[in-house]
Nanobody, 125 residues
Framework: QVQLVESGGGLVQAGGSLRVSCAAS????????MGWFRQAPGKEREFVAA????????YYADSVKGRFTISRDNAKNTAYLQMNSLKPEDTAVYYC??????????????????WGQGTQVTVSS
């Protein structure tokens, strides 16, 4: 079992930056690929970014490429999402997720095994 807890959300002005974190319980964090997803009001949850077990490979949605950076620190059992040049359309609840297959990267949420409770990110114009 892996428990995931997101933190770091908040209110930021357009053009600003924010970093959200995902703290994982358990000793096998480094075995999991990690992903970030988001859900805006009235919309489906969508993929944002993913990172493999070592942090050596990443994958981004086109909408955030060049602005967001996913990373992880296996010694701290934590994954991060650094968000720069934020836009009002980035407003959403951000969720982290863990996937057993530590190497393969995917945007399909059904392939992730564990989810956090989410953290709200609001970008004002």
């Amino acid at each position: 079992q892996v428990q995931l807890v997101e933190s770091g959300g908040g209110l930021v002005q357009a053009g600003g930056s924010l970093r959200v974190s995902c703290a994982a319980s358990g000793r096998t964090f480094s075995s999991y690929a990690m992903g970030w997803f988001r859900q805006a009001p009235g919309k489906e949850r969508e993929f944002v970014a993913a990172i493999n077990w070592s942090g050596g490979r990443t994958y981004y949605a086109d909408s955030v490429k060049g602005r967001f950076t996913i990373s992880r620190d296996n010694a701290k059992n934590t994954a991060y999402l650094q968000m720069n040049s934020l836009k009002p359309e980035d407003t959403a609840v951000y969720y982290c997720a863990a996937r057993y297959s530590g190497s393969a990267l995917t945007s399909l949420e059904t392939l992730y095994n564990y989810w956090g409770q989410g953290t709200q990110v609001t970008v004002s114009s």
